[in-house]
């Protein structure tokens, strides 16, 4: 099938993961530090009125490290498996529906969509930022409910698919994404793999999807698409993926640092003014046959055109 509209022969999809109110410290705000990263944002999408945005958001963001903090209880059997591997934030400290300015603010951000980003970004045991790893189907049902309700009872609309942290999507979830009917999933980063019209992924989250082209799951009528393109990737790799044809899959992080982790792909100064300049040159080179869309466009259109074609009935 062919998932672009009209005369476009090339597709370009920008997300952004770990949106949430931010936590406040020392005399800072709660919120502050996501307002500063989205700032960078709003220049981006200022300078390209085209583009369009999808925000993948934490309901309940409970995680206040990147990595394990309490090395300790990952040595004790059965303990590792009932704690956290790190500090977390109280349940609810974080939740939307409690910084209502926070979300006010969001909602008047152009140009943008709010996907699911987990439920707290944590979980219990060893694989502490792998929150659906482990759960079972009914599980990650709740979960995706849970976050739903959320967002909604913040008022903030919601599109139907999910970013997982840490890429991590076990089949119970893709279940539970097809009992509940949501449309997509980005599950797969690989920013290595050549460039190639039947290129699969080899690296993070899902592997053996599509590497530049929407792809309908066999399980439900989930569509996959891939993030391919970030910070680190070279303009050469963007270029290549339009001249076959794909979807350029980029991806940024809110935080450039949280704690002591260093984003390689979070939201500054210096990654906005790389797509910048990445915007302009495929603007000059392609013009009015790039989709500027989002992964629910995207989606929304695999969906329609596999029911018509029979693929999935
Ligand atoms: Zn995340």
């Not at 307002?35 to 309940?60: G, Y």
């Not at 466009?297 to 999935?312: C, F, I, K, L, P």
């Amino acid at each position: 099938m062919n998932w672009l509209p009209g005369q476009a022969t090339a597709a370009v999809c920008f997300s952004v993961d770990d949106l949430h109110p931010t936590a406040g410290h020392d005399a800072e705000p709660v919120g502050d530090g996501a307002r500063r990263a989205i700032a960078h944002l709003e220049w981006l999408l200022a300078r390209h009125p085209q583009l369009r945005v999808t925000l993948f958001t934490t309901p309940d963001w409970r995680s206040r490290s990147a990595a394990p903090t309490r090395r300790w209880r990952g040595t004790l059997p059965l303990v590792r498996h009932l704690c956290h591997a790190a500090d977390v934030l109280p349940r609810g400290t974080l939740r939307l529906d409690r910084h209502r300015s926070f979300v006010t603010w969001l909602r008047g951000l152009p140009r943008v969509d709010f996907g699911i980003h987990g439920l707290h970004h944590v979980r219990r045991g060893p694989a502490y930022l792998q929150e659906y790893a482990g759960r079972s189907r009914r599980q990650c049902r709740r979960m995706i409910v849970r976050a739903q309700q959320i967002m909604t009872a913040a008022g903030l609309p919601v599109v139907p698919g999910i970013a997982p942290p840490a890429w991590t999507s076990p089949r119970a979830l893709l279940a539970a994404m097809a009992d509940l009917d949501l449309h997509f999933i980005t599950s797969a980063r690989d920013l290595e793999t050549p460039i190639a019209a039947g290129a699969v992924t080899h690296g993070s989250g899902l592997r053996g999807v599509s590497l530049i082209a929407p792809q309908m799951l066999p399980v439900g009528r989930l569509v996959h698409v891939t993030t391919n393109f970030q910070a680190t990737s070279s303009p050469d790799r963007a270029m290549a993926i339009l001249r076959h044809g794909g979807l350029i899959g980029i991806k940024a992080h809110l935080l450039k640092r949280f704690g002591s982790y260093v984003a390689l792909d979070g939201l500054d100064r210096e990654y906005v003014e790389y797509l910048d300049r990445l915007f302009t040159r495929i603007e000059d080179a392609c013009g009015p046959r790039i989709w500027w869309t989002t992964l629910a466009d995207v989606a929304a259109r695999v969906r329609v055109g596999t029911r018509e074609s029979g693929v999935v009935s």
